[in-house]
């Protein structure tokens, strides 16, 4: 658990709501993966970051190498700021810019789009009307179909090694882009804690079928052009995909900051490197304090998980009847009694990167030194 008792210390004079980050947890957040990653290198989610400090820092570990970014603005923006190898996880529609990408070689070198159809391709081919050349990547399905059950998130429908050859063929036959890899994100692995015995199972078992379908569409693709990459994994998984050979790397971010969602993972346990700290402003009744705003819920299916949790004071709990709120974060628990109006109550992200979105300033803490750094919105960037 991160020592809250010195944050509060070292950032006493701010006027919450804050978001700190504990950069001696983070670097050793960052340790763990690559010790998980075990020689494969890892590429760094940018989604899961959203603080070029942070994503500098961590690109300058041996180990890691190039971003994952979500979004073409946001890679064009990265790749004009120095990161020389990124990887868009998600296929585009931006029109403007792809145009910016395809009238920029140097961008264009740098820079690599992810596709999962021909409808895809056609969409660049109209509207990247420049004439640098477009690095391309092919999103594979890595769910798992289990008696009649699709098990992981929905991106891509190519599937089997012949689909995925099919888009690789045509790909390769147009002189506008060039084929250089393929993804496979397991989110049913990568994604979900180690819950239950009938969780630790699904994850065996997904993890054994990928393997084999990985291969076999590798494989595949390999007859048609060259693979520079072979992008799998998440924080989660690291240790499953790292271990396949014909992975060349791994994908992680949210490992850096550890939020709760990967507070209940056999294998690893990330440390809370991230916090924010809400202001108590009302005692309404005994054992419940209220705190000013705080309703930072994160994404994904709405129920409890996607919550931030009370951090410090221990034993704190959300009210079921109010959660999170915009202006309004009520909690109970006998710890409660002891706050007075004014006091400091740290909170932590469900999730990773997101949480930055309501901030301009991350305060990031290095033993005893503190010190600004500005976040994607900070330094006035939205990608959506």
Sequence with gaps: MGDFDRY??????????????????????????????????IRIASKSVRCRPLLAAALERPGFHGVMSYALPEALWLARNGVDDIL??????????LRELSEDPEAASR???????????????????GSARIQVCLDVDASLRILGQHLGVRRSPLRTPGEVATLARTVAADDAFE????????????????????????????AA???DRRGAVVDAVKQVAPLRIVNSGGTGSLEISSADPVVTEVTAGSGLYGPTLFDKYDVFQPEPAMAYALDVVRRPAPRIATLFGGG???????????????AMPSGLKLLGTEGAGEVQT??????????????RVWMRYAKAGELLERFDVLHAIDGEDVSELRTYRGEGMNFG
């Excluded at 868009?88 to 810019?97: C, E, K, N, Q, V």
């Excluded at 820079?111 to 009307?129: C, F, K, Q, V, W």
Aim: a positive charge; aromatic letters at 6%; hydrophobic letters at 40%.
């Design 179 to 206: 084929l250089i890899g393929v993804m496979f994100y397991e989110a049913q692995i990568a994604g979900l804690p180690d819950t239950s015995p009938a969780v630790r199972w699904v994850k065996r078992r997904s």
């Design 296 to 310: 930072y819920v994160a994404s994904g299916p709405a129920k409890k998980s996607r919550l931030p949790q009370p």
């Design 111 to 129: 820079i690599t789009l992810m596709i999962d159809s021909p409808e895809h391709l056609g969409y660049l081919r109209a509207n990247a009307t």
């Design 8 to 41: 509060a210390r070292l950032t006493a004079r701010l006027d919450a709501p804050y978001a700190v980050i504990d950069l001696a947890a983070f670097r050793r957040n960052a340790d763990d993966l690559l010790r998980r990653a075990a020689g494969t290198p």
């Design 88 to 97: 868009l996880g998600y296929p585009t529609t931006h029109r403007s810019a």
């Design 209 to 211: 079928e990928l393997a």
């Design 330 to 343: 009520p909690v109970q628990g006998p710890e409660a009694d002891r706050l007075r109006i004014g006091d």
